[in-house]
């Protein structure tokens, strides 16, 4: 096989697995943000409140930082006021639901086993 064709079939593998790619990829930055998220709601982390945008561009800006190209973060924002309304503290499979929509239908993204945390 030369470079140029197995450049193509990589290509190709990225385009055909692209939402496993992009949960995978994106699932250590959900997981980091829901535990400062979880620190800053219960108190365990020192500084003024933030806003449910702040939290928004700090997620956005980690994404970016790991080269994380998201489309839409309205998912974000409706789900983090979700849980600002249930008063329950965001979960990392739940966040990723809500940010990678076709992959939550397609079943790469499983829904949380555990029973929302109340702060």
Known sequence: MTIPQIRRLVDSLMHKYADEVEAYRLMPVAQQFCEDLARAVTGKKPGRP???????????RRAQE?????????????YLDRCLDLRVLPQANELLRALLPRAARRGIIPRALEAPIPF
């Open 50 to 60: 933030r806003s449910i945008g702040e939290w928004t561009r700090i997620f956005l």
């Open 66 to 78: 790991r080269r994380l190209q998201l489309q839409s973060l309205d998912y974000l924002n409706d």
